[in-house]
């Protein structure tokens, strides 16, 4: 699944690069507040400081030949502390080590792990072990970004340049895009780098339809709201009817309402709620709004043709790069991604989009040996696919066949969607 012609100097370079970027993120917090819960399935952020080490000390060091003595902190931060039967978690502070046991632990893995990959330079078997390393970290960053946007604002330091205040609409558009092929997937002996669920690449016919030249916007998205769309139950199916209802969901979670005024919840501020930019919803929400325009989340593989047709694409990192931003941008901003063989804006690099297809495996999907659990577990029916990524996700996961998932009831995701027609 990978060619293994050894770069180890570009892959060590892209690890360190993407501690670094981890380690801003931790380091935008305040200390005292890095055994917060920003989100509640989710683990405190202290956590996240030493299972990214963890990771990659139990991935790489059986092909290094290394040794640990610290296994109850392998084992600590790798997992984390369970749950009690399947509830949400409820550990305290007082039940991990001190934050000092944390960066310690960071830094001495680190230092063995790069001492064994120095001298290890000849092992061209490592290079996918790397690979997994570096965009499981790039994955991790990305998470913890979206948990430090859940924050109190006091609790981070501002290190970035505010967000603009725009409160321009932009008028949705249809673009018709016509029936053809599409191609989904890696193929396994492309020699690219791909998890495992992108194998194995296979061509699609998709029939023409008509898609959402635009991401939805703010702007659209609070038409539905003042529609009474959180209210209506003939847009809800039964499970997100009763999530909506338990939960007493009345808006985007990155929506804040004082005074009567719609703001942002950007990064370090509230602002006046930008029209122009996409909406970040769950699933559910955006199916839900989908219903109440008399239209459809699309499928993966008409997200896929409407984005790259039936042909192949120049590499994500010779048109963005590696810069980042915590907020999205207008959703017809020029400074996007090109679009591919058809009008269709934004489809990369400025929110994830859902799709209707159910996450499930490819036709010859075999698991990953060294990371079992990244894709099989949520082959469960439960679980919808997401393409395009977010201002937060790494250019390397920006390639067409990498596919993204989460359940139908998450909101906190930098996610947002287009509608086609039915």
């Known amino acids: 699944m990978l060619n293994t012609t050894r770069q180890p100097l570009r892959l060590l370079s892209r690890l360190h690069a993407a501690r670094a970027e981890t380690d801003t993120l931790f380091d935008t917090v305040e200390p005292e507040f890095l055994f917060e819960r920003p989100i509640s399935e989710r683990h405190r952020l202290a956590f996240y400081i030493g299972h990214l080490e963890a990771f990659d000390r139990n991935l790489l060091s059986a092909s290094l030949g290394l040794t640990s003595d610290r296994a109850d902190l392998d084992e600590l931060f790798a997992f984390g502390i369970d749950p009690v039967d399947g509830q949400l978690p409820s550990d305290q502070p007082s039940d991990w080590p001190p934050l000092e046991t944390f960066y310690r632990y960071r830094d001495e893995v680190r230092a063995q792990l790069d001492d064994a990959l120095h001298r290890d330079d000849d092992a061209a078997s490592n290079d996918q072990l790397l690979h997994v390393a570096i965009e499981h970290r790039l994955m991790h960053a990305e998470t913890l970004s979206y948990l430090l946007h859940q924050m109190p604002f006091d609790t981070k330091r501002a290190s970035a340049p505010r967000s603009p205040r725009t409160l321009r609409a932009v008028a949705q558009e249809k673009v018709r895009v016509t029936a053809g092929k599409t191609r989904l997937g890696l193929s396994a002996s492309s020699g690219e780098f791909g998890w495992d669920n992108e194998f194995d690449a296979h061509t699609v016919e998709v029939p023409a339809f008509t898609i959402d030249k635009y991401k939805v916007t703010n702007g659209q998205y609070l038409a539905f709201l003042m529609d009474g769309g959180y209210a209506r139950r003939e847009f809800w199916s039964d499970a997100d009817w009763k999530w909506l209802t338990q939960n007493a969901i009345r808006h985007p979670a ?155 009831h998450y909101p906190y995701v930098y996610a947002g969607f287009r509608c086609v027609d039915r």
């Open 254 to 408: 990155f929506w804040l309402q004082e005074n009567g005024e719609w703001f942002w919840r950007s990064m370090f501020d509230l602002i006046p709620l930008p029209l122009d930019w996409p909406v970040y919803v769950s699933h559910a929400e955006a199916s839900a709004f989908a219903r109440w325009a008399g239209h459809a989340l699309p499928t993966e593989a008409q997200w896929q043709r409407a984005a790259f047709g039936a042909e192949e694409v120049p590499a994500i990192e010779e048109m963005r790069g590696d810069s980042l931003r915590f907020d999205p941008v207008a959703v017809d901003d020029a400074d996007l991604i090109p679009p591919g063989p058809f009008p269709i804006v934004g489809m990369r690099g400025n929110g994830w989009e859902w799709t209707s297809s159910v996450f499930a495996p490819f036709a010859g999907f075999r698991r990953f040996d060294c990371y079992p659990g990244y894709s099989e577990p949520f082959f469960d029916g439960k679980h919808f696919v997401l393409k395009g990524g977010s201002a937060r996700t790494a250019a390397s996961m920006l390639r067409p066949s990498f596919r993204n998932w989460f359940q139908p």
